[in-house]
C-alpha cells in the first residue's frame, strides 16, 4: 500500500539481496525506514547506533549531494534523486512521471541511446529507475573507479535529454505493458489501486504511480519534454553517493559533472490539494478470477513524518510494529494463533511521505471464514489497543527491534543510500534520518496510546476485500 | 446525488412554484430534463408535443441567444449561463466558481455593489443565480418593459466586474457560512459528499461544488478575478429570455447590450480527466448524531446524454422512471407496498451533464429493518431487472409520463429555460433539447434492457449508508 514504487524495467530489476525489498514487496509493501532493514536483521539489540559520517553540501547551481560513507567494499551506490513524482502530475496526465523515467534512457546530444547502460554493463555494474508518488529516482552499482564517468552520464542527462518520436512511441508500448502485468494482471495491485483513490478524496495520492491505463495512452513525447523541463534541474535534485568515498574527493567530482549543469528552472513549492477532515468509513470489494487466497487490507490516513506532529510518527511506528509486525504482533497472534481465523496478518505504518500517507493492517482468511467475520476479528484488536493502549513492555520489544534494524541496515549501502534520498525528497533532512534512533527511543507507551487513540479512527480508513468470483467484461463510460 | 446546484443566497431563494425544484431536493436531487417537470403535472397524454418555436442565434462576439416564447403573462426570465462550474476548477481551488458567483453581485465600473439587485426588487422583479458541475447561472424574472435594463446589467457584470478586498473578504464568510449550513449541518448532504467523491476516482465531479472547506476557507480575490477573466466572456455564455417577446426583439435588445461586451478570453475545449474502467463495488458508512432515519444511496457511474451512445440515455431516463420513480415503481412496490421493508424508496438518472454521471436509487428501511437487509432487497430489484428486463407495458407507461411531462413543463417558462440553458452548457443542443420527447418515444423495452445489463453494474457503483451516531471529535492530518 505504502509508497508505490513502479520501476522502469521489469527484466532487468536488480537481484542482489540489497535491492531486493526494493521489487519485493510491491504493490502492497513499502519503503518505510523500519521497513527496508527488516529483512537482513536479527537481534536484541540494545546497543548505540554509531553514527556515520555523513557528508552532506550543495553545488551551486543547487544540487544538493549526500556522501554515505561504507568502507567494507570496493563498491559504490550512486543515485539521483528528483523531487518530482506521480504526485506532481497534472490532473488528466497521470503516468507522466514514470513515462519520463523510462524516457531517461532515450539518449543525449552527447550520449545516444544506449551508450551509458551499455557502459554500466561493460564495467559489470548494475542499473535501474524507480518513480514513487514524491520522487523519481536513478541508480548504479559500480566498481569505484568508475564512479566519474557513471557521473558523467548521469549529470549529462539531468538536462540534455533528447527526445524523438522513434524513442517515445515504443516506450510508451513498454510502458503500457508494464501496466498490463504489473496492475491489470495482478489482483492485489488492482485493488490497491482501488484503495488508494478510495482513500484520497482529494490528494494526488489517490491516483496511481503508474497512472490509470486511459491516460497513460495518451502520454506523448511533448508533455513528457514539458515535464522534464520543469522539474530535471539541478535545484530539484539529491545526489546520493554511497560506497568507499570521501566526501571531499565526492565533492571534486560533483563539482566536475554535475556542477556544470545549469540550473534551467526555478521550482515552486510542492503544495497539493490537501484531504478533507475524513468522515466516513469506506469498503472496496474487488473480485477477480484469479484471486486464490481472499484477504483484506485496510488503510488510515494518518500524518506522514514530513506532517506528523513530533513523536506523532515515531509512536504510528511503534504502533505498527505492535499490531502488526511479525508473528510476536497482535494481529498475528491473535488471528493467527488464538482465534484461528487467519492464515496471516499484520500491518505497517509508511512513514516516508510530504503529504498525509498510510496506516494498514491486512489479514488472509483460513478456508471457510468469511471477510466479514475477519473484519471483525480486526476491529476487536484495533478496539482494544485504542480503548486499552499498549504496555510499556511491548514498546521496549518494538523499540529495541527498530534500532536494530537501523542499526544493522547500515551494514547495506543501498539500504542507507536510499533512506537519505527518500528522506531528502519527502520533506526531510540528514539530520532527521540521523536522528531517527533517538527519536524512536524517546517513545513512551502514552505516545503510542495518543496515536492509536488520534488515528486508528474508522471513518478515515478504507477497507478492501479481494475475492475470487468468475470475470465479468468491464464497461467504460 | 445528480448535479449539485449551489445557490447563492439562502434568504433570497426563489419561492415561486415554477423555481421550486431548483430548491427542493438538493442536494440528493436534480436537475434532469425529465425530473424538472414532474412536480407541476398529470396525465396520461399521449398527444404529439406541439414544439415552441424557439429562437437561436450567435452575436458577433460569440455570445450564444435561446429565445424561448411564452405569450401568456406579461413576466420574462432572463438566465445568463456560463459554461464553466465546479468541474472547471484547478485541484486545491475547490468552491471557487460558487465564490465567484457570490462575487458577481460586488458591482462593477459602471454599477456600483448594490444597484443592479436593488433595480430588481424595485421593479418587483426575483433574481438568483446558482453553481454546479458544469455551469454558473445568473436569473430574473421581471415584467417584460424591464428586460431591457436586466440585459444592460447583466451584460455590464459579464466582464465588468470590480472585486475589492473590502467586498471579496465579507462573502467568504458568508459562503463558509452556506458551506456550514448546506452541508456541514446536513447529514445528507455530507453523505453526498462522501458517495461523490467514493464514486469518481479521477473525474473532478468528485469534488463538491460547494467545495472542501479547507480549501474554500483560501480562496481569495486574486483567484476570483483570475477565474473569472479566464471564463467569464461573451463567447463562454449562454443568454437564454422565455417570456412574451419575439426573437427580432430580443436580438435587437442583445445587439445593443452584450453585443457591446468584447471577448476577452479564447476558451479552451473542456476537457476534464475521465474515469478509468471502474472495477470495485464500493460501500461508504456516514455515521450522524442528527440522523433521525436511516437511509441508503446508491449511485452507479453510466453515461450522460452527452457520452452515451444513441439510445442509451434515454434507455437510463426510462429505467430509471420504471424502477424509482413514483409509488407504482418497482422499488416502491417490492420495498414499501410487498415486502414493508422501507418507508420510502426511488430512483433518478441525471443525465444533463458533459461528462459521466450517476443513475442513483436509495431507499430508507422501516424501524428493525437494517439496512444491509434493505441493501438486498435493493440488489434482488435490480439483479431482477438486470436478468429479466422490463415488459413493453412498463416502457409504454413509462414513455407516455415522460413525454407528457415535457409537454406540460412548457407551462412553466422557467423550467423551458433552464432546459435550454443546462442543455447548451453540457455539450447539447437546442434540437437535442426539441427531439427530445421523440428520442423518448423510440425507446424499445430491448433499449432499456440493454442499458440495464451494460449499466447496473455494483462494480460500478458506490452504496452509501447513513446512519445515527453518537457523534465523535474530528481530526486532521
Given amino acids: 500500500m505504502p509508497i508505490n514504487l513502479t520501476f522502469r524495467r521489469n527484466a532487468q530489476a536488480p537481484t542482489g539481496v540489497a535491492l531486493a525489498s526494493f521489487v519485493a514487496g510491491l504493490p502492497l509493501a513499502g519503503l518505510t525506514l523500519a521497513g527496508l532493514a527488516i529483512a537482513s536483521v536479527f537481534g536484541t539489540a540494545t546497543m548505540a547506533a554509531p553514527k556515520p559520517e555523513i557528508g552532506h553540501f550543495t553545488l551551486t547551481n543547487g544540487l544538493e549531494v549526500v556522501v554515505v560513507p561504507d568502507r567494507r567494499a570496493p563498491v559504490i551506490t550512486h543515485m539521483v534523486w528528483y523531487k518530482v513524482g506521480a504526485a506532481d502530475e497534472t490532473p488528466?496526465?497521470?503516468?507522466?512521471?514514470?513515462?519520463?523515467?523510462?524516457?531517461?534512457?532515450?539518449?543525449?546530444?552527447?550520449?545516444?541511446?544506449?551508450?551509458?547502460?551499455?557502459?554500466?554493463?561493460?564495467?559489470?555494474?548494475?542499473?535501474?529507475?524507480?518513480?514513487?508518488q514524491d520522487y523519481t529516482g536513478y541508480f548504479q552499482r559500480v566498481s569505484r573507479d568508475h564512479l566519474k564517468t557513471l557521473m558523467e552520464f548521469e549529470s549529462d542527462r539531468m538536462t540534455g535529454l533528447v527526445l524523438t518520436d522513434e524513442t517515445v512511441g515504443p516506450e510508451l508500448k513498454v510502458v503500457l505493458e508494464e501496466q498490463n502485468q504489473r496492475v491489470a494482471n495482478n489482483p492485489r495491485a488492482r485493488l490497491s489501486e482501488q484503495i488508494d483513490a478510495a482513500l484520497y478524496l482529494n490528494h494526488p495520492y489517490g491516483r496511481p504511480v503508474i497512472g490509470w491505463r486511459h491516460e497513460i495512452e495518451k502520454l506523448n513525447r511533448e508533455e513528457a519534454l514539458a515535464f522534464y523541463k520543469r522539474f530535471y534541474t539541478p535545484n530539484n535534485a539529491v545526489l546520493v553517493v554511497a560506497g568507499d568515498v570521501k566526501t571531499d574527493e565526492i565533492k571534486?567530482?560533483?563539482?566536475?559533472?554535475?556542477?556544470?549543469?545549469?540550473?534551467?528552472?526555478?521550482?515552486?513549492?510542492?503544495?497539493?490539494?490537501?484531504?478533507?477532515?475524513?468522515?466516513?468509513?469506506?469498503?472496496?470489494?474487488?473480485?477477480?478470477?484469479?484471486?486464490?487466497?481472499?484477504?483484506?487490507?485496510?488503510?488510515?490516513?494518518?500524518?506522514?513524518?514530513?506532517?506528523?506532529?513530533?513523536?506523532?510518527?515515531?509512536?504510528?511506528?511503534?504502533?505498527?510494529?505492535?499490531?502488526g509486525h511479525g508473528t510476536t504482533s497482535r494481529l498475528y497472534r491473535t488471528l493467527v494463533v488464538e482465534r484461528e481465523l487467519a492464515v496471516g496478518a499484520g500491518g505497517f505504518y509508511n512513514g516516508t511521505a510530504l503529504d498525509a500517507t498510510q496506516?494498514?493492517?491486512?489479514?488472509?482468511?483460513?478456508?471457510?471464514?468469511?471477510?466479514?467475520?475477519?473484519?471483525?476479528?480486526?476491529?476487536?484488536?484495533?478496539?482494544?489497543?485504542?480503548?486499552?493502549?499498549?504496555?510499556?513492555?511491548?514498546?521496549?520489544?518494538?523499540?529495541?527491534?527498530?534500532?536494530?534494524?537501523?542499526?544493522?541496515?547500515?551494514?547495506?549501502?543501498?539500504?542507507?543510500?536510499?533512506?537519505?534520498?527518500?528522506?531528502?525528497?519527502?520533506?526531510?533532512?540528514?539530520e532527521d534520518v540521523q536522528a531517527w534512533p533517538d527519536r524512536i527511543r524517546a517513545v513512551t507507551a502514552d505516545t503510542v496510546n495518543a496515536a492509536a487513540k488520534a488515528w486508528l479512527d474508522k471513518r478515515r480508513s478504507v477497507t478492501g476485500y479481494l475475492v475470487k468470483d468468475s470475470q465479468q467484461e468491464e464497461k467504460r463510460t
Same sequence: chains 1, 2.
Fill in 92 to 132: 488528466g496526465k497521470s503516468g507522466l512521471a514514470h513515462f519520463l523515467e523510462h524516457l531517461l534512457f532515450k539518449g543525449t546530444a552527447k550520449n545516444p541511446i544506449g551508450k551509458f547502460s551499455q557502459t554500466v554493463a561493460f564495467v559489470g555494474g548494475q542499473e535501474n529507475a524507480f518513480t514513487a
Fill in 359 to 430: 496506516f494498514g493492517v491486512y489479514g488472509s482468511p483460513k478456508p471457510g471464514v468469511t471477510l466479514n467475520k475477519l473484519e471483525d476479528a480486526i476491529d476487536g484488536v484495533i478496539d482494544d489497543v485504542v480503548a486499552k493502549g499498549v504496555t510499556p513492555e511491548e514498546v521496549e520489544r518494538a523499540k529495541n527491534r527498530l534500532i536494530a534494524d537501523a542499526v544493522y541496515a547500515q551494514d547495506s549501502q543501498a539500504t542507507m543510500a536510499r533512506w537519505y534520498g527518500a528522506a531528502l525528497t519527502t520533506g526531510s533532512t540528514v
Fill in 252 to 323: 571534486a567530482l560533483a563539482q566536475e559533472t554535475y556542477g556544470k549543469v545549469p540550473k534551467v528552472a526555478e521550482i515552486a513549492p510542492r503544495v497539493r490539494p490537501q484531504e478533507p477532515v475524513q468522515i466516513a468509513a469506506r469498503h472496496v470489494t474487488l473480485a477477480d478470477a484469479r484471486v486464490q487466497q481472499p484477504s483484506l487490507h485496510r488503510a488510515y490516513l494518518v500524518p506522514s513524518s514530513t506532517t506528523a506532529k513530533p513523536g506523532e510518527a515515531e509512536g504510528l511506528e511503534i504502533l505498527s510494529f505492535i499490531l
